[in-house]
């Protein structure tokens, strides 16, 4: 498989998938529309015909975090799909052009200088497993999608650790935010 | 238009477009097909029926530049088109793995910190015009496109910075590299 087309994902919401939705929140701007279940399918970018909406991104370079910051997010962190992950969480992000016209060292300090974004997450690690996808670049209606994954046991986990970013001072560079919650099926598509 | 529209590039080689290729220089790895005209078009990501090859980018955020270096490159920078400017060059360039796979302190500490990219760049600025699309994300042959441009007289110039960047510690992550050189077209294409 070529690099590029293993690192892409998509991810639709429709008549199937392997996670019914369990409800759709608009936190800034317009929600997505309501479907009944979500797909998260990697190494694919191809059209799912009976889909309702249809969100690409990519796994990309890290754009923030360092190298100390990497060695303790890998010594804890685990991979999406444990068999304990009923719960999952879909958070697509756009970010307003204000962010995006600051410099690296502007973005970085804010991002983690004051907002302690990485340092957060980690707080949250092994229990939340997250993965982001970058979307800016490819024309999407938003900057990133992040996919969080955990136990029935650890929601209040999530909702903290989306709270706490949410009152920093990135989240007010960020102009549209929807949280789709997903329960695991337990029956066929 | 889309902002994502605007930010977009189509660089096309093949029978027509406003730059004659004067050279494609295979500095590492393969070359691009030698071809007689190369069209720069921004705005656009339309295919050209007749072109060789086309490659596709996008005008992002700032990956490494901080502030104060912005604020020296914006003092001193001038934009493509210039009327004097009647030679251009294309150079795309993909870095390979061990690259990508950095935290994002070990590139910039490479890229800038023992290389100097964004202060040898500065050197030649205003005769040497640059422009950066970046393409990895899109699933393009190349991760960026940077087009330059530059009077007849200033050709030494622009030969001396890309030998300095090459010479970098940073270029050893440049695992293909083509070198496009071009003259403005001064009759009908």
Redesign the interface.
Known sequence: M????G??VRITGGPRGEWVVERVLAVRGPALPAVPRVERREGSSEPVADAAWTLHG?R????????R??DRLVAVQEELGRAASSCAALIPIKKN?EW?????????AILEGRSRHIAIGLDYLPAVARRLY?C????EPFDFLTWFEFAEGDRGRFDDLVGRLRETEEWRYVEREVEVRLLRATGAT
């Open positions: 070529d690099e590029i087309v690192r892409r990519v990309s370079n890290e754009r923030y975090v360092e190298r910051e990497r052009s995006w016209q600051l410099a690296q060292d502007e973005r970085r970058h800016r670049d490819l024309g």
